[in-house]
């Protein structure tokens, strides 16, 4: 009997053999493999160097909700919303703002955070939990415009004329935090709030490494805000309200 001819098989659309990622080739002298070490090493200290400048040039302004100094303002940066409620890294935050209002070493909380959306409102969330813990509400300014950790920075300063302040973040951001403002032109202390070590906390320190090249630039740069608008007197009446 006759064979047939096989026929081709279909094909189908839209489906394509994944293609492998070819690596460069290694060096095969050990001069070349030399020179490709040395600049590996090269590499990882120029991504290093932002880190380090963090933390060597905010080493001194480091304190705790214990030894805090008496500042009218203390700044409080957004971490993020579960169901409308702050997540448990920005309950912890607005936990240290509440301490340190009770001990009387603040007067007014500028809670600064992102409202890009209509259905997610960090500012407001973070207000509504600092009344329930014992904070006025004719204490507590809003920024709606804190898209990141400059913007909230610049807007303190140009926005609502603050130009001293105590920041309070998780202790993997404060440093940032503090080298922005400082940037920025807000005199500041910082209280990096203490985590619980699980995956959020890695991946918030794996993270300021690659933002602390972005914070570096912004330092250098000083690039405007996403959103600036005019000046607001928030901060000026709830201090005038204090006393």
Same mark, same amino acid.
């Given at each position: 009997?006759?064979?047939?001819?096989?026929?081709?098989?279909?094909?189908?659309?839209?489906?394509? $053999?994944?293609?492998?990622?070819?690596?460069?080739?290694?060096?095969?002298?050990?001069?070349?493999? $030399?020179?490709?070490?040395?600049?590996?090493?090269?590499?990882?200290?120029?991504?290093?160097?932002?880190?380090?400048?963090?933390?060597?040039?905010?080493?001194?302004?480091?304190?705790?909700?214990?030894?805090?100094?008496?500042?009218?303002?203390?700044?409080?940066?957004?971490?993020?919303?579960?169901?409308?409620?702050?997540?448990?890294?920005?309950?912890?935050?607005?936990?240290?703002?509440?301490?340190?209002?009770?001990?009387?070493?603040?007067?007014?909380?500028?809670?600064?955070?992102?409202?890009?959306?209509?259905?997610?409102?960090?500012?407001?969330?973070?207000?509504?939990?600092?009344?329930?813990?014992?904070?006025?509400?004719?204490?507590?300014?809003?920024?709606?415009?804190?898209?990141?950790?400059?913007?909230?920075?610049?807007?303190?300063?140009? +926005?609502?004329?603050?130009?001293?302040?105590?920041?309070?973040?998780?202790?993997?951001?404060?440093?940032?935090?503090?080298?922005?403002?400082?940037?920025?032109?807000?005199?500041?202390?910082? +209280?990096?709030?203490?985590?619980?070590?699980?995956?959020?906390?890695?991946?918030?320190?794996?993270?300021?490494?690659?933002?602390?090249?972005?914070?570096?630039?912004?330092?250098?740069?000083?690039?405007?805000?996403?959103?600036?608008?005019?000046?607001?007197?928030?901060?000026?009446?709830?201090?005038?309200?204090?006393?």
């Amino acid at each position: 009997m006759p064979r047939l001819p096989r026929l081709p098989r279909p094909k189908r659309p839209g489906l394509r $053999r994944p293609r492998l990622l070819r690596l460069p080739p290694l060096p095969r002298t050990r001069k070349g493999q $030399r020179r490709a070490v040395q600049a590996l090493m090269v590499l990882c200290v120029l991504a290093l160097l932002p880190a380090t400048w963090l933390y060597v040039s905010t080493g001194d302004r480091m304190r705790t909700t214990a030894d805090a100094p008496r500042t009218e303002v203390a700044i409080v940066f957004g971490a993020g919303l579960w169901d409308g409620e702050p997540s448990p890294y920005l309950a912890h935050r607005l936990d240290a703002a509440a301490k340190l209002y009770r001990a009387g070493r603040i007067e007014v909380v500028l809670v600064t955070g992102d409202n890009s959306r209509k259905d997610y409102d960090e500012p407001d969330a973070m207000r509504t939990y600092l009344t329930a813990h014992g904070v006025p509400d004719r204490r507590i300014v809003s920024d709606y415009a804190g898209f990141d950790t400059w913007d909230s920075c610049v807007r303190a300063r140009k +926005i609502f004329g603050v130009h001293e302040a105590v920041l309070i973040s998780q202790d993997f951001h404060i440093r940032r935090a503090l080298a922005l403002c400082r940037a920025a032109g807000v005199r500041s202390y910082g +209280i990096g709030v203490a985590a619980k070590h699980d995956v959020t906390w890695y991946y918030g320190n794996t993270r300021e490494v690659f933002a602390a090249g972005k914070a570096a630039l912004d330092a250098v740069f000083e690039p405007d805000p996403h959103f600036l608008g005019p000046k607001e007197h928030g901060v000026p009446r709830a201090l005038a309200a204090a006393r």
